[in-house]
């Protein structure tokens, strides 16, 4: 069983569009992080949260300690969101803080 | 902005050669981590390294492997035997301190043939 699960796999939007993506995970952690991987193959930080909300700009992250589940928010989605978004935790006593990862959600948005 | 650079951008080896990953983190951090990425699955750790030595490695990160901050500023990945499976992209991160955000450099991309 993966340790960190994300939904969909895949997405398509129209432009303007809400879109939201999840993240659930097995194990105990200390922080979760948002991640964006474009085409090109590079990984971008957009954030890293342990508890509630943050915002930039057009994307909203929050996070439920409780029910071990993040998700990751976009408004007004535009083309060049189109990328992989990842979700990736930090497993708690870990002194070293390596990321564990999700699978990635494609995202697709459409003029 | 500083940020953390890895060279080359693409490596392509025959089975059974040797090669080293080059990564420059950001100067003033402290923690290093090198991952991988297999074309079309999800990044996986390899190993982690703080205070000039190895601080967690994951299974995959065997005798093959091995890691080296030879001079303070670059921090290196070394594959012996490279096997046809290590086809991967690797990708170097670092961070200020264990709590703080990671940030990854470009990735390498390794095709060995």
Redesign the interface.
């Known amino acids: 069983k993966n340790e960190v699960e994300q939904s969909p796999q895949n997405l398509t939007a129209q432009e303007g569009e809400f879109i939201t993506i999840n993240c659930s995970y097995s194990v105990g952690i200390?922080?979760l992080?948002w991640?964006q991987q474009h085409p090109?193959?590079?990984?971008?930080?957009l954030f890293?949260l342990s508890s509630g909300k943050k915002k930039h700009g057009r994307l909203i992250a929050t996070i439920n300690i409780q029910e071990k589940h993040s998700s990751l928010h976009i408004t007004a989605s535009h083309p060049r969101d189109s990328a992989v978004y990842?979700c990736?935790v930090g497993p708690y006593g870990?002194?070293?803080?390596?990321?564990?990862?999700?699978?990635?959600t494609l995202l697709a948005v459409q003029p | 902005e500083p940020e953390v650079t890895q060279t080359p951008s693409h490596q392509v080896t025959q089975m059974g050669q040797e090669v080293i990953l080059r990564c420059v983190p950001i100067s003033n951090h402290l923690y290093f981590y090198w991952y991988r990425q297999i074309l079309g699955q999800k990044v996986e750790f390899l190993v982690s390294f703080y205070n000039n030595e190895i601080s967690e490695k994951s299974e995959i990160f065997d005798d093959q492997f091995s890691v080296e901050r030879p001079d303070g500023s670059n921090f290196t990945l070394k594959i012996r035997s490279t096997k046809l499976e290590d086809s991967a992209m690797y990708f170097c991160a670092s961070r200020l301190a264990s709590y703080n955000e990671q940030f990854f450099g470009p990735g390498t991309r390794l095709t060995v043939l």
């Open positions: 200390s922080a992080h991640l090109g193959g590079g990984i971008v930080s890293m990842i990736a870990g002194a070293t803080n390596k990321l564990i990862f999700g699978t990635g």
